[in-house]
């Protein structure tokens, strides 16, 4: 760790800015530009209208220790070396309050699928899951994470880390064209080499996307299939929390099974709460809920992914229907049996 | 009892995480919780507070300096709360003006900012952030993981110690480690000798006590003039 006090007093702001470029959000932060950059921080401000400093709400010492404060905790990441190897789900009660008797361990590379009906408690289960329930929910379920159960402190320390989100519903709302916008979270995650982990990023969206798009497009201007990919490629890639929970990203125009690999392959765990049966059947296992509680872990067998090859021939026959539909051509009983797998069903 | 500040800008979603942290805080076994808006001229709050069955008093600030008028009450929301038998009062603010915070000393601050406010509004919220324990960061829902991420970083970046988190004030989502956090917190019955953790204003003009005439010579008190630079050619 560097003495960042003594930095300020031997070091030229110059050289500061140049040596951490973090450090010029710092003086943005504080409205510090007007400081003589020759010298070193504790000088310039030494140096300064003591009257100007005052009307910032601050003095020299307390500028002195923000800065030190600020380069502390911004220029290494705070969840450094944040990895787990397993979480398991420890049965708490149904809605009747009748016991749930589950305990289910949960490896990174795992997939796990959620199903049930709407409202049967699928959002419940994320929800414990982030917060890392210890019987202290509605659900009374408790988590275990490699194998113990946390105590309130290692518990407040992972919060907020643990847990990645990707959903239908979310958004992009950054006016930043995709390099910026991947340059910029790079930069908060303190990546060594921002442009190669941009460019990997960048690539792996586009794989995932079913229309190409460029560097220079706004983030906002994507469309559904373009943002959701790049929202995976990029929590792939880029985010630290070891878990992704994934709320039904069915209809989203990108390659479902591709995102799923990718994500895993980047030693995540994935809970996904699906609708959609392909999804579903690519996980190693689905959690089925029932009135607020887990009734069945089924895991997926030989004979289910089976079926899967059947359900994929489905879908893409669906698929080729969605493309035909956007060229502009007829859906006519003559064009369906051209477009494959369609022929054993009656029209 | 304990008292929680809880500011926060406009819209952000301050009274829907203070309904929802109530739902937690009532789970966990906490009864009788009581809220104090402070507010300028209107609001709306204090509907959504009564039907949830939750005692609220609400006062306006009117003519009268936002953040003066929260300092100079706030002991009497302290000694209401207390007469009312509360376990937990909270008191919620519009953020004041942004030049400043309603944070007290050991009082739990929280501060309360949404994902859609634009990406660099945490670096330009001021002490109300700054000052904050406790940052609460909504509408995380409908936003990237990457933008939460990024807002995240950029909250750090203004406040290098508190606890960031985020809550969902629709499904509340989050609410239930807030409430954690806060049940840890001191009691107190007043705010005798405590003091505020960032100033207010100093300033006392002819502005404040009601002038709206325009022109020097309507400017009397404390004053403080801008310089404005001639544009250099091109």
Redesign the interface.
């Known amino acids: 760790m560097h003495d960042f006090y003594e930095i300020a007093e031997t070091v030229s702001i110059e050289e500061i800015l140049q040596k951490y470029p973090i450090a010029a ?2 003086f ?2 504080m409205n510090l530009g007007e400081l003589d950059q020759k010298k070193p921080l504790a000088d310039a401000l030494e140096m300064a209208d003591q009257d100007w400093i005052a009307e910032l ?1 601050t003095d020299v010492d307390d500028v002195l220790e ?1 800065f030190a ?2 380069m ?3 220029s290494s990441p ?1 969840d450094d070396v944040f990895r787990i190897g397993s979480i398991t789900i420890v049965g708490g009660t149904y809605k009747d309050g009748s016991p749930e008797d589950v305990e289910l361990t949960v490896r990174t590379g795992e997939v796990l699928s959620i199903v049930g009906p709407t409202g049967s408690g699928k ?1 419940r289960l994320l ?1 414990d899951i ?2 890392i329930a210890q019987g ?3 659900t009374k379920r408790k988590i275990m994470i490699d194998g113990v159960f946390p105590d ?1 402190e290692m518990r ?1 320390e992972l ?2 880390q643990l847990v ?4 239908q ?6 006016d ?1 064209s995709v390099r910026e ?1 991947l340059l ?2 790079s ?3 303190f990546c060594e080499d921002p442009e190669d982990i941009v460019a990997r990023c960048f690539e792996c969206a586009n794989e995932l996307a079913g229309e190409k798009f460029t560097m220079d497009v706004k983030v906002t201007q994507l469309s559904g299939g373009q ?1 959701r990919a ?2 995976i490629a ?2 792939a890639f ?2 630290s ?1 070891p878990i992704v929970l994934i709320d039904e990203i069915e209809n989203a125009g990108i390659d479902r099974k591709q995102a799923i690999k990718i994500l895993t392959k980047n030693d995540k765990i994935v809970f996904m709460s699906t609708h959609d049966p392909l999804l579903a059947l690519s996980a190693d296992k689905r959690i089925v809920i029932r009135n607020g509680g887990i009734s069945k872990i089924i895991e997926t067998t030989e004979e289910e992914r089976l079926s899967q090859a059947v359900i994929e021939k489905l879908d893409e026959t669906l698929m080729n229907i969605r493309n035909m539909l956007r060229h502009g051509e007829l859906i006519t009983p003559d064009n369906l049996q051209n477009t494959g797998g369609i022929d054993e069903i009656t029209l | 009892m304990k008292l929680i500040t809880i500011s926060g800008p406009p819209s952000s979603g301050k009274t829907s995480v203070i309904l929802r942290l109530i739902e937690s805080l009532k789970e966990s076994g906490m009864e009788k919780i009581g809220v104090v808006k402070f507010d300028c001229l209107t609001s709306f709050d204090q509907e959504s507070y009564r039907q949830a069955g939750i005692p609220v008093e609400i006062g306006f600030s009117g003519k009268v300096c936002p953040d003066h008028f929260f300092i100079s009450n706030i002991n009497d929301a302290v000694k209401w709360g207390v007469k009312s038998g509360f376990d937990m009062l909270i008191t919620e603010s519009a953020g004041l003006c942004n030049r400043c915070s309603p944070h007290i000393g050991e009082i739990p601050a929280v501060c309360v900012i949404d994902n859609l406010s634009g990406i660099n509004t945490p670096r330009k919220i001021g002490p109300m952030l700054k000052f904050a324990d406790y940052v609460v960061i909504t509408k995380g829902d409908i936003v990237s993981q990457a933008e939460r991420e990024v807002f995240k970083f950029n909250v750090r970046q203004v406040n290098t110690k508190a606890r960031i988190m985020f809550v969902n004030g629709i499904t509340g989502q989050g609410a239930f480690m807030l409430a954690k956090h806060l049940q840890k917190s001191i009691d107190i019955t007043s705010l005798d000798d405590m003091k505020l953790r960032f100033t207010t204003p100093a300033s006392v003009c002819s502005y404040c006590t009601g002038e709206t005439r325009i022109g020097e010579e309507f400017q009397s008190g404390m004053m403080k003039k801008m310089e404005f630079h001639p544009v250099k050619e091109r």
């Open positions: 959000d710092f943005e932060n709400g923000q404060d600020f502390v905790a911004l705070e959002s929800g982030e917060c202290d929910t509605p309130d407040f919060e907020g990645a989100q990707l959903s519903n979310m958004n992009f709302v950054m930043l916008f910029m979270h930069k908060s995650r943002s790049l929202m990029d929590t880029m985010s929390s």
